[in-house]
Structure formats: C-alpha cells, structure tokens
C-alpha cells in the first residue's frame, strides 16, 4: 500500500482486529483473531502488541506513522485510560494507551468504540462532507458518537455521546447500566430479543414459536417480520417507534445536518423507515423535521477506519 500508513486497531469483546490504513481511509488485509478477555489486561496487551507486529510487517518499507486502537468504554481518550470493561475479566483503570505504545514503540491514540466508529462514518462513509452529525449503533448495546461543527464532542472524561442511556421511559425495563428504560433497554438488539421472548411467553401467536434449543435473536425477530409474521411485523414497528422517538430528542438537542444509523439492528431499516420518519414528523420541532437519516455505509468497518482517522491526526497528516 502506498505511505503514509498507521495500523487501525478494533478490540472487542469478542474478536480483536487489525489493518493498516492510508488517509483515504482504505484498508489492508484485515487479521482477525480472538479476543482473550478472561487473560486480564496484560493478555489482551501482548495480543494487540502480537498483532500490530504482524500488520505491521505487511507495510514492507513503508513507514507507519502510528496505532489508532478503538476499545469499547468507558475510557478517557484524554488519559487513554480505561476505566472498565465491563464483558472482560480484571480490567480497571487500566492505562491501556500507554501499555500498548510501550510494547509497540508507536504513537497511539485511544478511542471509545461508538465515537470511533462515528469517525469512521463521518470522514469516510455515510457522513462525509458533513460538520455536524449523530451516528447511532444498535446491535448487542445502544451507543453512539456526536459530531458537532467539525469536531468530535468529548465532554468531560471524553464521555459525551452516551446516548443509549437517555431515559425514554421512568417504568421500563431495567437496563444495563441499572436504570429502568435506558433508550438502550427498548431499541438495542439484546432489547428487541428480549422483549421478543417476553411476548413469546406470553403465548403469542408467531413463527417465532418454532424456533426451539436456542433463544430467539434480534435476527430472528428481523426474519419473521420480513416473512410477515404478525409479532415480527409488530415487534419491529415497535423498535422503529423507539428509535424515532430517540432520534427525535438528538435532533433537538445536537441538531445534526444527519443522522446514521449502524449495527445490526439497522440492517432492517427498509422495514422500519417509514416508522421512524412519521415519529420525526409527529415529534420534532418544524425546523428539525427535514433532517434526514440513513444507513451506516462502512459496516463493521467504520470502528477501524475512524482509529485510522484518528492516528493520522494525532500524526499531522491531512486525510485525503
Ligand atoms: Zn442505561
């Protein structure tokens, strides 16, 4: 690949992944292995470390300018801190920028996995060309990433943009993060699943019911209402209902040029489109009602492509 390059790092809870990157946000091959994250942090170092030496080879001659490394928080990308993971073992306070940039001997720069990822969209996907933005992902959690007049919004600890957890409902379900109805306990998938499950024992009548030996999935949910199963069908106008009304209150209170929508869950925003833009009608402001949203255009890519944006930064070196 032609230079300048920098090794773009995704460690997550369950595969740690690793391409170099060029300022066009292009990205090599991508070497994927498990993540060890019952080894404690020292493990998960010597792994990362493991891996930037094998990308790294794969520049040749070329130089590498430094690691972009996107981990999911919370962590204070100031400090390059972690502060807990909360699906791995033995993780706390754990100085992790400065760990890796010991074993490596390059520059890293640190950044929560949902701000990476809205990086990622804003300099080379969905949001480019654009100063303000809210890039949400629904998948396992509900998370995100703010961009506002050009820049990343940090906020204390480098902690804004938790928007998962803005309350939608006082009685709802108990969340994650112990506070009953987090945007992230009704939208998220593990939210849709859940509630899926619920009705499902409830007796509802649904092709869900045949699925036996394992829990229903958001996936299953997603397949059921394509097929025009009633549930599934109702299950996701009633994920659409709630990510409009959530995406109604980040228009007001960050007024994005857009909104993109990520992670799993939005691989069915065909069927839940037309939902979400009645609640933007219905709930915003007149002035907020003709911001659009869209899909996500990088995938599960935009994680390492906004680690890349951001090594490149930290580096000086414009992207293209
Ligand atoms: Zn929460």
């Known amino acids: 690949?032609?230079?300048?390059?920098?090794?773009?790092?995704?460690?997550?809870?369950t595969s740690l992944?690793?391409?170099?990157?060029?300022?066009d946000g292009q990205l090599g091959r991508i070497t994927k292995i498990r993540t060890d994250a019952r080894g404690g942090?020292?493990?998960?170092?010597?792994?990362?470390?493991g891996l930037v030496a094998r990308v790294r080879?794969?520049?040749?001659?070329?130089?590498v300018q430094g690691i972009g490394l996107s981990s999911p928080g919370p962590l204070d990308p100031f400090t390059g801190t972690v502060f807990t993971l909360?699906?791995?073992q033995g993780w706390q306070d754990v100085p992790l920028r400065a760990l890796v940039a010991e074993r490596t001997g390059l520059p890293v720069t640190l950044e929560n996995d949902a701000a990476s990822a809205a990086i990622g969209e804003?300099?080379?996907?969905?949001?480019?060309?654009?100063?303000?933005?809210?890039?949400?992902?629904?998948?396992t959690g509900l998370g995100g990433g703010v961009i506002v007049d050009g820049r990343l919004l940090h906020g204390r600890m480098g902690m804004a943009g938790h928007i998962g957890h803005m309350t939608l409902d006082p009685d709802g379900p108990r969340c994650g993060c112990g506070n009953p109805g987090c945007w992230e306990a009704l939208a998220s998938g593990t939210g849709l699943a859940r509630i899926a499950r619920e009705r499902l024992a409830e007796g509802a009548a649904s092709s869900l019911q045949d699925i036996a030996g394992r829990p229903v999935s958001a996936e299953d949910v997603v397949a059921a209402a394509r097929a025009g199963?009633?549930?599934g069908v109702a299950l996701i106008a009633d994920e659409a209902r709630w990510l409009g009304i959530g995406i109604v209150s980040l228009l007001h209170l960050f007024s994005p040029e857009r909104v993109i929508l990520g992670g799993g869950v939005s691989n069915a925003l065909d069927l839940m489109s037309d939902i979400i833009a009645r609640e933007i009608q219905a709930r915003a402001m007149a002035p907020f009602r003709s911001v659009p949203f869209m899909a996500a255009s990088l995938g599960g890519n935009a994680g390492l492509a906004g680690a890349a944006a951001?090594?490149?930064?930290a580096a000086g070196t414009q992207l293209a």
């Open 1 to 13: 690949m032609p230079g300048p390059l920098v090794i773009a790092v995704d460690l997550g809870g």
């Open 17 to 23: 992944r690793a391409a170099l990157a060029t300022p």
């Open 41 to 49: 942090p020292d493990k998960v170092v010597a792994q990362i470390a």
């Open 57 to 63: 080879a794969e520049a040749g001659d070329t130089p």
């Open 86 to 88: 909360p699906t791995f």
């Open 122 to 139: 804003w300099r080379f996907g969905a949001g480019k060309g654009v100063d303000s933005l809210v890039y949400v992902t629904v998948s």
């Open 229 to 231: 199963d009633p549930l």
């Open 310 to 313: 951001l090594a490149f930064g």
